[in-house]
């Protein structure tokens, strides 16, 4: 409370210019206005899609900034309008708003926002307004939220409250990668009891898709990876089966066919790669087969042959697993989640 109103100086990762190294640096992290909260930042993961921006992206406009947008951390100071929020309160961070009154948040169909920076900038993955500044040169705010941060400040809106004993080293992960890969299984894949899923890429998004799968009732998990290494790990989350491409001289559509008598019930691409979310598509058994896009990604266009969906197949999109992020962050922090909720049964 003793920097409430005034400007604080931290260090954060910086990332001036793409396919370079993040430099540590002292940034200025302004007050925060009207509906907005300043957080500091306790606990942070790493996702693939701060490499993605960095490394692969490489948006001329989505630099200087600082990376990240899977924490935790506790409130440090609020300002006008604030509500719901108090000093010390335990929240995460959302690069997903829900402000409850647009088109989308009133829609049960859908988790999107049209007050989220993705509404306009996916290029650039960040608003043009920022609250950081480093050697007096703006710092842009990667997907609103710059976890790669001591503090960062955001909108009411794109902020969870958590439960107050919630382990923030671990719960940082719900901002994130838990929730993308599992509510891509229990909410836009919905994956039935009995079926058989095949997830295709086994880092944290897809290793919490297995997770979703397994927690749905699949009575088949087959994960797919060109690392074996991973394998081992899989299997912890419950996958039951494992098949690495590279081992085949067939396409990989073409073995799961032949393990499955006709395809996968259900399909989750976890890599962010268009090849691989054709190769998900074509893995799926025709009539009724469903296929997610989980892994993100916006360079290249996708493509399939029009009777891989002619012939009754799904392709879906899912973004931070279709889960309402105000809503479903508080629930899985919770001792107890409500057996209604779409994550409930997720445990960090």
């Known amino acids: 409370m003793a920097m409430a109103g005034k400007v604080i100086k ?60 899977e924490g935790a951390g506790i409130v440090e100071s609020v300002g006008p309008g604030v509500t719901e929020f108090k000093p010390g309160d335990k929240v995460v961070p959302l690069f ?3 402000c409850g009154e647009c088109r989308f948040c009133r829609c049960p169909k859908t988790n999107l926002c049209e007050r989220s920076w993705s509404s306009e900038r996916y290029a650039s993955m960040s608003d043009a307004e920022s609250h950081f500044t480093c050697r007096g040169q703006a710092i842009l705010q990667f997907m ?55 997830v295709f890429g086994l880092g944290a998004v897809g290793l919490a898709a ?31 089966e494992f098949v690495n491409p590279s081992a085949h001289s067939k396409p990989i559509s073409q073995v799961l066919h032949e393990l499955t008598n006709g395809g ?3 399909s989750l691409e976890c890599v962010g790669n268009v090849a691989v979310m054709r190769s998900a598509l074509e893995s799926c058994v025709k009539g009724w087969g469903v296929s997610v896009l989980v892994g993100w990604t916006d360079m290249e266009d996708f493509s399939a042959r029009p009777i891989q969906l002619i012939s009754g197949k799904t392709w879906k999109g899912s973004l931070f697993g279709g889960a309402a992020s105000k809503v479903e962050n508080p629930r899985q922090t919770s001792p107890m989640p409500p057996p209604s909720a779409p994550l409930a049964g997720l445990e960090i």
């Open 10 to 69: 931290c260090h954060a990762a910086v990332a001036w210019k793409p396919n370079a190294p993040l430099v540590i640096e002292e940034i200025e992290v302004t007050p925060p206005q009207k509906n907005e909260l300043r957080i500091k930042v306790i606990a942070t993961g790493v996702c693939h899609t701060d490499l993605y921006h960095l490394f692969e992206g490489k948006h001329k406009d989505g630099f200087p900034a600082v990376l990240g947008h």
């Open 264 to 266: 996968v019930d259900f």
């Open 96 to 98: 997903i708003s829900q």
């Open 210 to 240: 297995v997770m979703g799968c397994k927690n749905a009732g699949a009575s088949r998990i087959i994960a797919v990876d060109i690392n074996e290494k991973k394998f081992e790990k899989a299997k912890v989350f419950g996958a039951t």
């Open 144 to 198: 609103g939220t710059s976890t790669f941060s001591e503090y960062t400040v955001m909108n009411q809106v794109a902020v969870a409250k958590i439960h107050e004993d919630a382990r923030l080293d671990r719960v940082c992960l719900l901002g994130c990668g838990i929730p993308t890969g599992y509510g891509a299984a229990i909410n836009t894949a919905q994956v039935t009891p009995g079926s058989v899923c095949a």
